[in-house]
């Protein structure tokens, strides 16, 4: 979703001229929908609309998309799933420069609709733009900058917006999210790891628009009643803004790299262990520590946060909160052999989750399998296992 500065001009010099405006019959009424970008608030594109009148001087967006990153308790409320977003507007021109300078694509799709509706169109967008109706509480699946334009679109033509579900697949909120987050990116591998069981329900026709690519290719095949006859709802799409492909380059920080290195580098370590019979302690540190603040944010996600697809991880089977407790008591040597039943528990619960982990409800992002391994690496000298631990039981 574009961030945008608070636009006061949008305010107090457009709105004052054009509430009680009626828009001219060469109006048009338009979809934008603007490529995804780098920044993670940016990774499913985005969705506006525009009114254009050349004769009555307008042509200017309205955005659904708006947040101040400023506002109060910002990085608290958007874990907790109680992000406010704003409808606000723009004027055009600087809407596409904002794009160009991003390097996204931004493509057009005129709606053909009548004067009266396109009239409804403009008055609910004015009415829904003032201060008491502008905020709206965000939820990415249901209520965001690309459900409010279809909602808008279809009001305004009284829910006669008829869709071509043809052609629809089964795709759940997760395949969908896939298709837009980076899967080899922190960003990307910690929105996957995020989600859980709700994250894998089968979406509806209607429900798939929440991502504003979705929105486009639905409103390129949905029919309205104009005139008396069934035409298409959107005029042919043009492009306004052809941004340049970038080529995905293989990177040394990628999760995919890291991760199996750090796995490779711990299978060594642990071999070493075999061959010096001792213990790297450090090591198991680095490891629980991770694994239990992962888990603590996993937890507020999945039982604090009113996020709607965070609840119920099974992430959290092998990701404990209680490792990070672990982590620190580990480190005093007077109380590993108290903590070895920790490690047991642990490496039982891990192996049976990697076993069964196809024939569970949620779906899982492949890096689990490594980061699974590398718990369980660590976990199996307690279960007297020298070939995958290299422990012979000096703690030292």
């Known amino acids: ?96 420069d904002s794009y160009r300078e991003e390097q996204r694509s931004v493509y057009e799709q005129v709606l053909n609709i009548s004067q009266a509706e396109r009239q409804t169109l403009f008055n609910a967008l004015i009415e829904n733009a003032k201060k008491e109706n502008r905020v709206y509480r965000y939820r990415h699946f249901s209520d965001n900058c690309s459900t409010r334009v279809r909602d808008q679109f279809e009001k305004a033509v009284a829910h006669h917006l008829q869709y071509d579900t043809l052609m629809d697949k089964k795709l759940t909120y997760r395949q969908l999210i896939d298709q837009c987050v980076p899967g080899n990116s922190w960003n990307g591998l910690g929105i996957k790891l995020a989600l859980g069981i709700p994250a894998d329900k089968i979406t ?24 008396g006859a069934e035409v298409p709802f959107v005029l042919p799409q043009t492009t306004l803004f052809e941004a340049k492909p970038l080529k995905p380059a293989f990177s ?30 450090g090591l198991d540190f680095l ?3 991770s694994a239990g603040l992962a888990g603590l944010l996993l937890s507020f996600l999945c039982f604090i946060s009113v996020l709607e697809a965070t609840g119920w991880n099974l992430n959290l089977v092998w990701l404990w909160p209680t490792h990070l407790i672990f982590a620190f008591l580990w480190l005093i040597p007077a109380l590993r052999p108290k903590l070895t039943w920790y490690l047991k528990l642990t490496a039982v619960i891990v192996l049976f989750f990697l076993l069964v982990m196809a024939f569970l409800p949620q779906t899982f992002h492949w890096l689990v399998v490594p980061l699974s391994l590398l718990i369980l690496l660590r976990c199996a000298g307690s279960l007297n296992i020298p070939l995958l631990t290299g422990w012979k039981g000096n703690q030292k």
């Open 252 to 281: 040394l920080t990628s999760p995919a790299f890291v991760v199996n290195l750090v796995l490779l580098i711990a299978g060594a370590l642990t071999f070493m262990e075999y061959r010096s019979n001792k213990r790297i302690i």
């Open 204 to 227: 509806t026709f209607s429900q798939k628009m929440f991502l504003p690519d979705y929105l486009l290719k639905s409103m390129s095949s949905a029919r309205v009643v104009n005139g």
């Open 1 to 96: 979703m574009k961030i945008l500065a608070t636009l006061t001009f949008f305010i107090l010099l457009f709105f004052s001229k054009v509430y009680a405006l009626e828009l001219s019959p060469d109006a048009r009424i338009s979809l934008l929908t603007c490529a995804p970008g780098d920044e993670i608030y940016s990774y499913f594109g985005h969705s506006a609309i525009r009114i254009n009148d050349p004769k009555s001087g307008i042509d200017y967006v309205f955005n659904y998309g708006v947040f101040s990153f400023d506002s109060p308790n910002f990085a608290w409320r958007f874990m907790k799933g109680e992000t406010d977003y704003m409808l606000m507007g723009q004027r055009m021109p600087s809407f596409i």
């Open 287 to 289: 490891i629980f520590l």
